[in-house]
């Protein structure tokens, strides 16, 4: 059995692999660059760095077309522990290299788990809002609200990949079953009075009856979101409710009447809610004298936590974000005419590894380079005393 | 006399760099030095109008100087007076460089009816400027990375004609005949031509001249206050805001509240008249009186203007450049013969061009206040001076010249990439939001441009062994493991600070939007600039390759280094895209070419090789 593993073991310790994978993690991220032209930044990294194969569609077909980020990153971590254990000895003389590696294993690890972990989302607030959750960038859902109670609504959300199969959703709060008819993952949507050629609507109920929904080419584009169309029919005991429209082109929730309650229904860009809540005081938009080239924006925030204690005030402005509650906030866009705000909002419980992972690496290499470089200078001095 | 040779050759190089700080200037009788050096706020700082002048043609030209149709040569600063004071005779000068045939056909114009075959009229071009802003609107709603050629060169020119109108417009309307005539007139007029607008506005009776005459000066004020983004006209005296400059046709507006024209504004008239008309000595008297004027509350300012110009006209980066073409000629014939003086005689014009290097980017820091690095242009700079220190240490260990050669080919090299990226315009521009941290500035950026700077210079430093190696036979043991040394210490030195450069830049990112790392093209060119010394270092430990192996991987840092550095600028997305033209795309692809032919000639059999004649002592592998 041991002389089975034996090659095994040679063929992770060994450098040569570390030099063949440290190529193909130059070729991936160089691949993954490129193909930014077409997929955005957001793309790519879902489709080269957190997964095991990068599959290209050809023809319509998912072709593997390269290693992905995890096998090659989950390569270098075993070659490079493999490497410790069985071929390194520890020696003072060698305490560099061990820091740079020991750090690289940990940005490595950093790197897995904000594949993971990370989320971003916005939040966009006009002069004098509050607002006390943050919106997705790309994902949206299926809200449905009882409101029937004066003091609380109950929203029971449906993530949008559910409207995009065929099963029907039940939940145990909603007395009715929702089944998805027809779905778009990007749309169009017009008066039906504005486009008379359009065919026939699936949406029987509500608003949905005068829209025509058109489906669209998914974007990439860094600013640009995919605005998805489904229909679909609520089915009761008794039988259908009818066919609604949602989207988010629709802004006001449709509201209907069924077993006693007030329902809401509204597709919407997904929603994190936080434990507190965020006023916009104020922002400000400043520009270089005599031209439009921005110098700073910055806002000026309230927040007020559920408990009730006091409150506190922020002011985020570039490169000084906030970080509050587990998030990030720093500013992202600003629009001054309208009185608009818009805050990068990012969860990554993992960042603070990096720093640390840095260091070490950072470490390491002066360490390791100085001995190079002390090594150098006493060879000389030897040759030249010899001379 | 061959013992003095280094001597003499560091006498030369110190004459010429004192020769380039006092450029001598044909005496024309008006003070254009004190004219130059005036203060403007354009592009969002106080600079110098000789900065004005030089940017401006560079950006519509390509170079600084200007032929007028009678023969005569003109310097930046006298072809911009003639712009803002002469545009009857300015209009006629051919500044605008068209390469592109099909923009050429829009304005039907063939080549030859420009000078060089390039360079045309405001003129030549006046008649078909609305079909080129139709053009230009059509091509701009193009993606940035999906314009053709015509479209990148229709934007170009409208965007060059918008500058040269903006300058027509600084101080006078282009069509008045004497702009001073017009504005004493106007003053003198006003009283009564606001009475008559006030009773024409009551419906009494009024004196319908006097007050179509004040409503027509308004209007052409207004129009020039819409026509112009050089703010020329300082603050009042007791405005609050020092940095509430104005443009001339804003002041003028500003005349119908107050009653009194703006005495800045009617001083640069008087210059204009003083130029139109020919008279030296009340140009002269008007440049002083006005410096006087602004002394009293511009002083910082002013002398940093003066200093600009000095700068601008002293082109250290461009002494440097020569220099360092002198360096290299000489370390190379070095090898061939005397080499120890020849050597010492490489090293001194280096170090002369190096401090000079040194002095031109502590001039821009101080005029900016920023850190050496701030845009693709300084980082053209600072790689260059970066390598060229490098450089330095090792000729100072090794002595032989092979740090001078490479010294000399990296500081030309760059520097001839600064100039061409300083064509875009002023190089000193404003930091957009975001980059606004000095901070941050001054780590991520010099540490992770430094680490280009070492790679550059480890794949310099294998293209000297391969080219000594294959063509000449000057490549002894001795020479070749010098060589190889350097090489793997640069190399060393390179992932060390590439690899901190770019963590400090992921920080930053942390700091500024909570994400560590974004995946941004111009991250992941650093972080395969990494990877890239990683694995040469990583294969030299195992004994993948030895030193010719080594040589190769070095030359194919240079490839991976362009490609950061300017390569994922072409691609057009992400927070670092500067927009390119399409010429740079050609040379990166030239360059990148040329390194792998370089692979190629040192993968031939080392029996090809001139100076390792089979078989080999040093036990190479491929």
């Known amino acids: 059995m041991h002389e089975l593993l034996q090659p095994l073991v040679r063929f992770f310790v060994s450098l040569r692999l570390t030099v063949v994978l440290l190529v193909l993690s130059i070729m991936l991220v160089f691949f993954a660059t490129l193909d930014q032209v077409q997929l955005g930044v957001w793309g790519i990294q879902h489709k080269w760095f957190f997964n095991f194969i990068v599959v290209q569609p050809v023809k319509g077909l998912p072709v593997p077309v390269f290693p992905g980020g995890y096998f090659i990153g989950g390569m270098l971590l075993i070659n490079l522990v493999a490497a410790h254990i069985y071929r390194f000895k520890f020696t003072w003389k060698k305490v560099g290299i061990w820091l740079a590696h020991l750090g690289l294993i940990l940005l490595i690890a950093s790197q897995f788990f904000t594949g993971l972990e990370q989320r971003e989302s916005q939040l966009q607030f006009h002069l004098g809002e509050t607002k006390r959750y943050s919106e997705d960038f790309r994902l949206n859902e299926l809200a449905v609200i009882n409101t029937t109670d004066p003091k609380f609504d109950d929203v029971i959300s449906i993530p949008e990949s559910l409207l995009a199969g065929d099963t029907p959703v039940q939940n145990p709060k909603l007395p009715f079953r929702i089944v998805p008819r027809l779905y778009y993952p990007n749309s169009m949507v017009q008066m039906r009075t504005q486009a008379p050629n359009a065919p026939p609507s699936p949406a029987t109920m509500d608003i949905g009856t005068q829209l025509a929904a058109t489906p669209q080419p998914l974007t990439y584009k860094e600013n640009e979101r995919n605005m998805p169309v489904a229909f679909v029919e609520l089915i009761g005991p008794e039988g259908s409710l009818g066919t609604w429209l949602v989207s988010p082109w629709i802004d006001e929730p449709q509201t209907f009447d069924y077993a006693g309650r007030t329902w809401q229904l509204v597709m919407r860009f997904k929603r994190y809610y936080t434990p507190y809540a965020m006023a916009l005081l104020q922002l400000k938009n400043d520009v270089y004298p005599g031209t439009d080239i921005p110098k700073n924006f910055s806002s000026q925030v309230h927040i007020r936590d559920d408990e009730g204690n006091g409150g506190r005030d922020a002011l985020i402005y570039m490169n000084s974000p906030l970080r509050y509650g587990g998030l990030t906030y720093y500013q992202y866009q600003m629009n001054k005419v309208d009185g608009l705000s818009v805050l990068q909002v990012v969860r990554n419980p993992t960042w603070r590894l990096p720093y640390l992972a840095c260091l070490l690496v950072g470490l390491g290499l002066v360490i390791q380079f100085s001995l190079h470089l002390a090594g150098f200078f006493r060879k000389r001095a030897a040759a030249a005393m010899t001379a | ?622």
Not at chain 2, 70 to 96: C, H, K, M, N, S
């Open chain 2, 1 to 622: 006399m061959k013992k003095y040779f280094p001597i003499i050759v560091l006498l030369i190089a110190l004459a010429g760099v004192a020769a380039s700080l006092f450029p001598s200037r044909p005496d024309s009788g008006f003070d254009l030095n004190g004219f130059g050096r005036l203060p403007v706020l354009a592009d969002g700082r106080l600079k110098p109008f000789d900065t004005v002048a030089r940017t401006s043609l560079l950006e519509l030209q390509g170079r600084q100087r200007v032929a007028a149709p009678d023969g005569r040569t003109l310097t930046p600063i006298e072809w911009l007076l003639d712009v803002f004071y002469q545009p009857g005779a300015a209009d006629q000068y051919q500044t605008f460089r068209i390469d592109n045939l099909d923009t050429l056909a829009l304005f039907d114009l063939q080549p030859e009816a420009g000078a060089g075959k390039k360079l045309f009229s405001f003129g030549q071009l006046a008649p078909k400027l609305p079909e080129l802003e139709r053009q230009a609107t059509l091509a701009s709603q193009v993606d940035n990375a999906q314009q053709s050629a015509f479209e990148r060169a229709v934007i170009k020119l409208q965007v060059g004609i918008q500058l040269y109108q903006h300058l027509k417009y600084s101080f006078a309307m282009p069509d008045s005949k004497d702009f001073l005539a017009e504005l004493l007139q106007f003053q003198e007029s006003l009283p009564a031509g606001v009475e008559a607008v006030r009773a024409k506005q009551a419906g009494q009776p009024h004196d319908e001249a006097a007050a179509q005459q004040v409503l027509e000066a308004g209007r052409r004020f207004d129009f020039m206050a819409g026509a112009t983004s050089l703010l020329t006209i300082p603050p009042e005296p007791g405005d609050a805001r020092p940095d509430n400059w104005q443009n001339t046709g804003r002041a003028l507006l500003a005349t119908f509240p107050n009653g009194n024209i703006n005495p800045n504004v009617l001083a640069y008239a008087a210059l204009g008249h003083a130029w139109r008309f020919h008279q030296p000595e009340p140009f002269n008297e008007m440049v002083r009186l006005h410096r006087e004027l602004l002394q009293k509350r511009f002083a910082p300012a002013l002398k940093k203007c003066a200093f600009e110009a000095r700068f601008n006209a002293a082109q250290p980066f461009y002494t440097a450049m020569i220099l360092y073409v002198f360096v290299f000629l000489l370390a190379v014939i070095s090898w061939l013969k005397w080499p120890e003086v020849l050597g010492r005689a490489a090293f001194y014009p280096m170090a002369v061009a190096f401090l000079l290097a040194t002095a031109g980017i502590l001039a821009r820091m101080w005029l900016e206040g920023r850190p050496p690095v701030t845009n693709l242009y300084s980082s053209a700079l600072f790689i260059g001076w970066g390598a060229v220190g490098l450089c330095l240490i090792l000729e100072k260990l090794y002595r032989n010249a092979i740090g001078s050669a490479a010294g000399g080919l990296i500081g030309f090299g760059t520097l001839l990439i600064a100039h061409h990226l300083a064509l875009g315009g002023d190089t000193m521009e404003m930091m957009r939001a975001v980059l606004d941290s000095n901070f941050w500035l001054a780590t991520h950026v010099v540490v992770v441009t430094t680490g280009y700077a070492s790679t550059f210079l480890a794949g310099i430093l294998a293209l000297i062994y391969i080219f000594r190696g294959v063509f000449t036979q000057s490549l002894d043991k001795a020479t070749a493991d010098a060589l190889a040394r350097m090489v793997y210490g640069i190399v060393c030195f390179a992932t060390l600070f590439s690899f901190v450069g770019t963590i400090l830049g992921g920080i930053w990112a942390d700091q500024s939007w909570g994400r560590f790392w974004g995946w941004d093209p111009k991250e992941n060119g650093a972080l395969i600039i990494v990877l890239w010394n990683a694995t040469i270092l990583h294969a030299r430990w195992g004994g993948l390759v030895k030193q010719r192996g080594l040589m190769c991987l070095a030359v194919f840092g240079n490839i991976v280094t362009s490609w950061s550095w300017f390569g994922v600028n072409m691609l057009g997305i992400g927070l670092h895209s500067y927009g390119f033209t399409q010429a740079t795309f050609w040379w990166l692809i030239g360059f990148i070419a040329s390194q792998l032919a370089i692979i190629a000639i040192a993968s031939l059999p080392l029996e090809k090789w001139r100076s390792f004649p089979a078989p080999r002592p040093l036990g190479v592998s491929t």
